[in-house]
C-alpha cells in the first residue's frame, strides 16, 4: 500500500507562489495516475490537477494556468507549483491516486493565501 507524504505548504500573499512535494512509498509509484486534490474550509475536497503515468496532465478550470503538476518516477515524488494564487486557493492541499482505489490520505500540507 502506498504511504504518501505531501510538504511544502505555508503561508503566501495573493500573486505569490508556492511549489508543494509529496513523497511516495513503494515500488508502484510510476504505474499510478497521481493527482493534487484540495479541501478549504467548509468544503468537500476536488482533485484539481492530475497526470498520467507520464507528462499527460489535466486541471480544474479555476487553477488552468497558474498550477503545473509533475512527477518524477525515479524519485517516487510528485509536485505542484503554484503560481499567481489567489485567497480561495486557500485549503489543505493532499496529493493521491488520480483513479481508484485511492491509497490512503497523508496529512496534506496548508495553504494559506492571504494578505
Not at 28 to 39: A, K, P, T
Not at 66 to 88: C, G, H, V, W, Y
Request: contains cysteine.
Amino acid at each position: 500500500q502506498v504511504q504518501l507524504v505531501e510538504s511544502g505548504g505555508g503561508l503566501v500573499q495573493p500573486g505569490g507562489s508556492l511549489r508543494l512535494s509529496c513523497a511516495a512509498s513503494g515500488n508502484n509509484f510510476r504505474l499510478y495516475y497521481m493527482g493534487w486534490y484540495r479541501q478549504a474550509p467548509g468544503k468537500q475536497r476536488e482533485l484539481v490537477a492530475h497526470i498520467t503515468t507520464g507528462t499527460t496532465t489535466r486541471y480544474e478550470d479555476s487553477v488552468k494556468g497558474r498550477f503545473t503538476i509533475s512527477r518524477d518516477n525515479a524519485k517516487n515524488t510528485l509536485s505542484l507549483q503554484m503560481n499567481s494564487l489567489k485567497p480561495e486557493d486557500t485549503a489543505v492541499y493532499y496529493c493521491n491516486k488520480a483513479v481508484a482505489p485511492l491509497a490512503p490520505w497523508g496529512p496534506g500540507t496548508e495553504v494559506t493565501v492571504s494578505s
